[in-house]
């Protein structure tokens, strides 16, 4: 490659990432984002593990740190909503001396925007239509912006990557739905446990409430079959399905439902597992949720900061041959996501126990963990 142009489309976790280390190494990157700007908040999620150094090598630690929930502990409450249990969260630490950090993911997308907007072009409020792809590099075409060329294109754009879709085909034939949806919404003021995340469970269901920054998030984690026609845009559809799910559950639940018909804020999706035989078509290549989606417990943003650096260093050390860089890139990143994916299944369990013997068995559990506090 003689410019080494690269497109990335998505501004979350993964593209700003990417749009940082590419610059670093003399590429020329430009980022397109649907959204008309960064979110303002979201989902709480950790950068830890793998992560860690990229961000201390980023040098966005320190607001990392200030962007950083209050939660230091998991308080398991049991179906009528007593105390059973209460777990330290987080405290590993990297080589730097660094512990692991949780904050709103809309917090970690903006620090992360913020380190790259200078050395990055972002075009927001447009997205990618549709891709042309040869030997010497890709034609764009986007919704709003007239269309450019490219010597690569990655597609960071999440679960439901319109990138994936032009390049790879329809998202049924790589996205599988694990039994469980996921609902978060912001609930606001002050909260009773200001550095406790609240556990209630009933048999396949799953409440929480999380202190945040003194703002109250509330999640709804259920198990569930395939929704037929479920449309992750419709927020309509997302209320019902919710509201049908926790039909007469017991505690907090009545009002959290009664909050979720009223929120402007609803985030609503299937928890699942991107499954592909290769991240990369030619000069097209996939990063993140898209690549490689990892649900539940927040390891899917510390993985994509991880994977950026990895596709980073791997373009660099190849630059003028794109093929042995992108199997480089997913040899290697493949070695931390495949784990990741494989223990879902056992996270899910652990959060959501499918029946009220296997809440008890969990708690009991709880109850002798010697970390406990």
Same mark, same amino acid.
């Given at each position: 490659?003689?410019?080494? =142009?690269?497109?990335?489309?998505?501004?979350?976790?993964?593209?700003?990432?990417?749009?940082?280390?590419?610059?670093?190494?003399?590429? %020329?990157?430009?980022?397109?984002?649907?959204?008309?700007?960064?979110?303002?908040?979201?989902?709480?999620?950790?950068?830890?593990?793998?992560?860690?150094?990229?961000?201390?090598?980023?040098?966005?630690?320190?607001?990392?740190? *200030?962007?950083?929930?209050?939660?230091?502990?998991?308080?398991?409450?049991?179906?009528?909503?007593?105390?059973?249990?209460?777990?330290?969260?987080?405290?590993?630490?990297?080589?730097?001396?660094?512990?692991?950090?949780?904050?709103?993911?809309?917090?970690?997308?903006?620090?992360?925007?913020?380190?790259?907007? *200078?050395?990055?072009?972002?075009?927001?409020?447009?997205?990618?239509?549709?891709?042309?792809?040869?030997?010497?590099?890709?034609?764009?075409?986007?919704?709003?912006?007239?269309?450019?060329?490219?010597?690569?294109?990655?597609?960071?754009?999440?679960?439901?990557?319109?990138?994936?879709?032009?390049?790879?085909?329809?998202?049924?034939?790589?996205?599988?739905?694990?039994?469980?949806?996921?609902?978060?919404?912001?609930?606001?003021?002050?909260?009773?446990?200001?550095?406790?995340?609240?556990?209630?469970?009933?048999?396949?269901?799953?409440?929480?409430?999380?202190?945040?920054?003194?703002?109250?998030? @509330?999640?709804?984690?259920?198990?569930?079959?395939?929704?037929?026609?479920?449309?992750?845009?419709?927020?309509?559809?997302?209320?019902?399905?919710?509201?049908?799910?926790?039909?007469? @559950?017991?505690?907090?639940?009545?009002?959290? /439902?009664?909050?979720?018909?009223? =929120?402007?804020?609803?985030?609503? *999706?299937?928890?699942?597992?991107?499954?592909?035989? =290769?991240?990369?078509?030619?000069?097209?290549?996939?990063?993140? *949720?898209?690549?490689?989606?990892?649900?539940?417990?927040?390891?899917?943003?510390?993985?994509?900061?991880?994977?950026?650096?990895?596709?980073?260093?791997?373009?660099?050390?190849?630059?003028?041959?794109?093929?042995?860089?992108?199997?480089?890139?997913?040899?290697?990143?493949?070695? /931390?996501?495949?784990?990741? %994916?494989?223990?879902?299944?056992?996270?899910?369990?652990?959060?959501?126990?499918?029946?009220? /013997?296997?809440? =008890?068995?969990?708690?009991?559990?709880?109850?002798?963990?010697?970390?406990?506090?």
């Amino acid at each position: 490659m003689t410019s080494r =142009t690269v497109l990335i489309s998505g501004a979350g976790v993964a593209g700003p990432t990417l749009a940082f280390w590419l610059a670093r190494h003399g590429f %020329q990157p430009t980022v397109v984002e649907r959204a008309q700007g960064l979110r303002s908040s979201g989902n709480p999620v950790d950068v830890r593990g793998p992560a860690l150094p990229v961000a201390e090598a980023m040098g966005v630690m320190d607001r990392l740190r *200030d962007a950083a929930t209050h939660a230091t502990a998991l308080r398991l409450l049991s179906p009528d909503g007593r105390p059973v249990a209460r777990l330290p969260l987080g405290g590993r630490r990297s080589a730097a001396g660094n512990t692991e950090v949780e904050l709103p993911r809309g917090d970690l997308a903006a620090v992360l925007h913020e380190a790259a907007r *200078d050395r990055a072009e972002f075009l927001f409020d447009d997205t990618v239509t549709e891709l042309r792809q040869d030997p010497g590099g890709v034609d764009v075409v986007f919704d709003r912006a007239r269309p450019r060329r490219f010597d690569l294109v990655v597609g960071a754009d999440g679960l439901h990557s319109a990138t994936r879709r032009l390049a790879f085909g329809p998202e049924p034939d790589f996205v599988v739905h694990l039994g469980v949806y996921v609902a978060t919404m912001p609930l606001g003021g002050p909260v009773d446990h200001p550095h406790d995340v609240l556990i209630h469970n009933e048999p396949g269901r799953m409440v929480s409430i999380h202190p945040g920054r003194g703002q109250a998030l @509330a999640a709804f984690i259920f198990r569930h079959p395939q929704v037929p026609g479920f449309d992750h845009r419709d927020t309509g559809q997302h209320r019902r399905i919710v509201t049908d799910a926790y039909a007469g @559950a017991r505690w907090r639940v009545p009002e959290l /439902l009664a909050r979720l018909h009223d =929120t402007d804020e609803l985030y609503f *999706d299937s928890v699942s597992r991107v499954d592909l035989p =290769t991240w990369s078509r030619g000069r097209i290549t996939l990063l993140g *949720d898209a690549a490689s989606c990892v649900s539940l417990f927040g390891d899917g943003s510390s993985l994509a900061m991880a994977g950026a650096h990895t596709l980073a260093g791997a373009l660099a050390a190849d630059p003028d041959d794109h093929d042995l860089a992108l199997r480089r890139y997913e040899s290697t990143h493949r070695r /931390l996501v495949e784990p990741k %994916q494989r223990g879902m299944g056992r996270a899910a369990a652990l959060l959501v126990p499918k029946t009220a /013997l296997g809440i =008890t068995a969990r708690n009991l559990a709880a109850r002798a963990w010697p970390g406990r506090v």
